[in-house]
């Protein structure tokens, strides 16, 4: 099993033609391990990525991180939390980083404070006001 980070994670999950050679290192090194770990932040991250740099819309990113959940390549750091935050993510209208922390939250127990609107509207998360 291997570690990624963000940048071969998405190099594994897009093909980007302006990084094709980055493409191929990582797709052969992940096919010689034949397992993949994938930190929480990564799965954070690669979001972010994906919407920023590549404009991909919630549809699409919702098709990435079920197939990274159902791919045996894959194991996910905190599975549970990645569930919850996907199912929460397809629902409702906050980022899937904050529903990965609203997750991790509930899983230990605690309420999240937040200031943002969109997040506050989520079952066990209280909203701070204006």
């Given at each position: 099993?291997?570690?990624?980070?963000?940048?071969?994670?998405?190099?594994?999950?897009?093909?980007?033609?302006g990084?094709?050679?980055?493409?191929?290192t990582?797709?052969?090194?992940?096919?010689?391990?034949?397992?993949?770990?994938?930190?929480?932040?990564?799965?954070?991250?690669?979001v972010?990525?994906?919407?920023?740099?590549?404009?991909?819309?919630?549809?699409t990113?919702?098709?990435?991180?079920?197939?990274?959940?159902r791919?045996?390549?894959?194991?996910?750091?905190?599975?549970?939390?990645?569930?919850?935050?996907?199912?929460?993510?397809r629902?409702?209208?906050?980022?899937?980083?904050?529903?990965?922390?609203?997750?991790?939250?509930?899983?230990?127990?605690?309420?999240?404070?937040t200031?943002?609107?969109?997040?506050?509207?989520?079952?066990?998360?209280?909203?701070l006001g204006?």
């Amino acid at each position: 099993m291997i570690v990624v980070d963000t940048n071969v994670l998405v190099r594994l999950l897009v093909d980007d033609p302006g990084s094709g050679e980055q493409v191929r290192t990582a797709r052969t090194r992940v096919k010689h391990a034949k397992q993949v770990f994938v930190p929480q932040v990564v799965q954070a991250e690669t979001v972010w990525v994906l919407e920023s740099a590549y404009g991909l819309d919630k549809t699409t990113i919702i098709s990435i991180l079920e197939h990274l959940a159902r791919n045996q390549a894959f194991v996910l750091q905190h599975e549970a939390s990645h569930q919850k935050a996907l199912s929460a993510y397809r629902k409702g209208s906050a980022d899937f980083a904050d529903y990965l922390i609203w997750a991790q939250c509930e899983a230990a127990g605690h309420p999240l404070l937040t200031f943002d609107r969109r997040l506050a509207r989520t079952a066990g998360v209280i909203g701070l006001g204006p």
